[in-house]
């Protein structure tokens, strides 16, 4: 089992900046990959970041490209999602999951993670 619990969501303008933290505890050293998504009201869940626990390969999606930046350090076994240049179309629950089993490339998939955190809010208004 893995436990995960996201922090650092807020309230900010468009433009601000924010980091969420996700710090995993439990058999942290089964993980293979760790991810971020997102969920706006009325929409279905969506790929944000995803990184690789022990190499550090990252993929994103188009949209947050060039404003967010996925990191992890494995002192703290905690997994970072630096965001810039928020966007109100940012605003939705991020959540951070974790995948225990290798894959060749990195999972965008919800479906492909075990293990959730519980989410945390980011507003963004303009």
């Known amino acids: 089992q893995v436990q995960l619990v996201e922090s650092g969501g807020g309230a900010v303008q468009a433009g601000d900046s924010l980091r969420l933290s996700c710090a995993a505890s439990g058999r942290t050293f089964s993980t293979y990959a760790m991810g971020w998504f997102r969920q706006a009201p009325g929409k279905e869940r969506e790929f944000v970041a995803a990184i690789t626990w022990s190499g550090g390969n990252t993929v994103y999606a188009d949209s947050v490209k060039g404003r967010f930046t996925i990191s992890r350090d494995h002192a703290q076994n905690t997994v970072f999602l630096q965001m810039i240049s928020l966007k109100p179309e940012d605003t939705a629950v991020y959540y951070c999951?974790?995948?225990?089993?290798?894959?060749?490339?990195?999972?965008?998939?919800?479906?492909?993670?075990?293990?959730w955190g519980q989410g945390t809010q980011v507003t963004v208004s303009s």
């Open positions: 999951a974790a995948r225990t089993s290798y894959m060749y490339s990195l999972p965008t998939s919800y479906n492909a993670y075990d293990y």
